[in-house]
């Protein structure tokens, strides 16, 4: 098994610093998944670019990461290949992506979809607060300790 890896799918993401604070912390290799529209650089992280387009820094992620790297990401969809293929998937609120919970999240992710295409309105996300600041940086520690006490 390589180094532990640290994912970030960037664009967007709220907690692209604290996921860097933290994963040099715990010693794990950070990556930052961006599209080339967007700069990123970041000390203590990689960043890999990637096309934009629907979907290419999923399929750049899902492709390399191994088993038990931890991935943040506010994609379900992404999430749910992520534990597919062994990963540990973390929302930027902190909450852990599971089996017992990723159904339910797409199937949400789906009736807003349908929502929309049929013409009606769904709301956005809200401002964000600093306690989800806090839960994120509070939940990614406990996640990666998990992950290297299982290793």
Known sequence: ??????????????????????????????VLICDNAHQMEWEGAQTVYVDPGADSADFTLVNHMERGDVVVTQDYGL????????????DADGRWYTAENIEALLLSRHLAKKT??????????PKR???????????????????????
């Open 79 to 90: 999430a749910a290949m992520c534990l597919a293929r062994g990963g540990r998937p973390i």
């Open 1 to 30: 098994m390589g180094m532990k890896t640290l994912w970030v799918d960037a664009d967007g993401c709220p907690v692209v610093g604290e996921s860097v604070r933290i994963g040099n912390e715990f010693g794990w290799q950070v």
């Open 116 to 125: 929309r295409r049929a013409g009606g309105r769904v709301s956005g996300p």
């Open 129 to 151: 607060k600093t306690e989800q600041d806090k839960r994120f940086a509070a939940s990614l520690p406990r996640l990666l300790q998990t992950e290297n006490e299982a290793r």
